[in-house]
C-alpha cells in the first residue's frame, strides 16, 4: 500500500470530507453505505471539489459489489476507506428495508456523472475521464460538450491490461497530473477501477475520485440505457441483460442469487444481534458477561472491528433507541 493511502485509510476511518458527521450508513454485506440523497452526494463531490482538498473517492455500490466483497478482502479494505459509499442499485434499498434500515433513493453512477459533469460546467471545474472501451470516453466527452459548452473534460484511455505494466501505469498517471483535473471519473470496471483509484489515483492530487462502471458507454451512446419507464420499473437490469446477455447473464442471474443469499444471512445475524442488545437493554445478562474468557472474546471482536467499548455502547444506544 502507497503512503497515501495508508495516511488515507487511517484519515477516512475516523472523518471524510464527503460525508457529514450525523449521515447514517447501512451495512449490506461487507459495504457500509451511506445514508444520503442523491442531492446531498452532488453538493458534497462539488463542494470538495471546489476547495480542492485532500483527495478523496467515491463508490457507487450495487448487488454486484455487495458480491465482489464477500469473497476479495483486498476490495474490502478499498471500501472501508472510502470517503462516499452511494447505493447504486434498487436492490440495496430493499435490502436495507427488510434490515428495518432506510437508504434515501438509489444513486445511479450514470446520472451521478452526468449532473456532476454540468455542475462542474456551472463552478469552472475540470473534468478528466479515464478508462472506457477504446473511444468511449472520447464520444462521451463529444456527447457532454454538446449539453455543456463550457464545460473542460480531458480524456485518456489506456490498454487493456494496463495495471499490469509499470511504464504504463506511470504514462496514466503523467497523463492525469498534467491534466490538473478537479474530478476524476474512472471507468475500469469494478473491481479494478476501485483498486488503481485507491493503489494510484488518490496519489494524483485530484480533490475527487468516481469509480463510474460503464457510464463512458452509455453516454456516448454505444450501449444504450433502458427507457425511462423501466428504470421507473427498477428492471434496468433486466433490459441491460437482454441486450447483452452473453457478458451479463452470470452478472445478473447467478449474482443476483448469490446478492440474495448474503442478504438473507445477514437478516439472520442481525435477528441475533437485535435479541442480543434488546437482554442487554433489560438488563437481563448477570455474570455470564463479566467472566474473564468471555470478556477476551469480547476484545478480540472489538479488535478486529477497529472499535473501542465506548464505541460499542454509543452504537447501541443509537441502534436501540432508534427502534
Not at 16 to 43: K, Q, T, W
Not at 86 to 103: I, K, M, P
Request: aromatic share 8%; net charge neutral.
Amino acid at each position: 500500500m502507497s503512503t497515501v493511502s495508508q495516511r488515507h485509510s487511517i484519515s477516512a476511518l475516523s472523518q471524510s470530507p464527503l460525508r457529514h458527521a450525523g449521515m447514517d450508513r447501512v451495512g449490506i454485506g461487507y459495504a457500509l453505505v451511506d445514508n444520503c440523497s442523491f442531492g446531498e452526494a452532488c453538493a458534497a463531490i462539488i463542494a470538495h471539489a471546489k476547495v480542492g482538498g485532500q483527495p478523496a473517492f467515491a463508490a457507487t455500490a450495487n448487488a454486484q459489489h455487495v458480491v465482489l466483497l464477500d469473497k476479495d478482502r483486498r476490495l474490502r479494505e478499498v471500501y472501508d476507506c472510502a470517503d462516499l459509499v452511494v447505493a447504486d442499485g434498487t436492490s440495496l434499498l430493499l435490502a436495507a428495508r427488510l434490515y428495518n434500515r432506510s437508504l434515501q433513493e438509489r444513486v445511479t453512477g450514470i446520472d451521478l456523472f452526468q449532473t456532476l459533469c454540468g455542475l462542474a460546467a456551472e463552478n469552472n471545474l475540470h473534468v478528466f475521464l479515464l478508462g472506457g472501451r477504446p473511444g468511449s470516453a472520447d464520444l462521451s466527452a463529444i456527447a457532454l460538450k454538446k449539453r455543456f459548452p463550457i464545460l473542460r473534460i480531458s480524456t485518456y484511455c489506456p490498454p487493456y491490461g494496463f495495471e499490469k505494466d509499470t511504464a504504463i501505469l506511470e504514462e496514466t498517471a503523467r497523463t492525469v497530473r498534467a491534466a490538473e483535473p478537479d474530478l476524476l471519473f474512472v471507468a475500469l470496471g469494478t473491481p479494478k477501477q476501485e483498486y488503481w483509484i485507491y493503489e494510484h489515483g488518490l496519489q494524483l492530487s485530484v480533490p475527487v475520485c468516481i469509480g463510474v462502471g460503464g457510464s463512458f458507454e452509455m453516454v456516448a451512446g454505444i450501449v444504450h440505457r433502458a427507457p425511462l419507464w423501466i428504470q421507473r420499473l427498477n428492471c434496468e437490469w433486466l433490459y441491460r441483460l437482454c441486450l447483452e446477455p452473453r457478458r451479463l447473464w452470470r452478472r445478473y442471474l447467478i449474482g443476483n442469487v448469490e446478492f440474495a443469499t448474503i442478504v438473507i444471512r445477514q437478516r439472520i445475524r442481525r435477528a441475533f444481534l437485535d435479541a442480543f442488545f434488546a437482554l442487554a437493554d433489560k438488563g437481563s445478562f448477570a455474570a455470564e458477561l463479566r467472566e474473564p474468557g468471555l470478556q477476551s472474546k469480547c476484545k478480540l471482536v472489538l479488535s478486529f472491528m477497529s472499535l473501542t467499548p465506548d464505541d460499542i455502547s454509543e452504537s447501541c444506544h443509537y441502534d436501540t433507541s432508534a427502534r
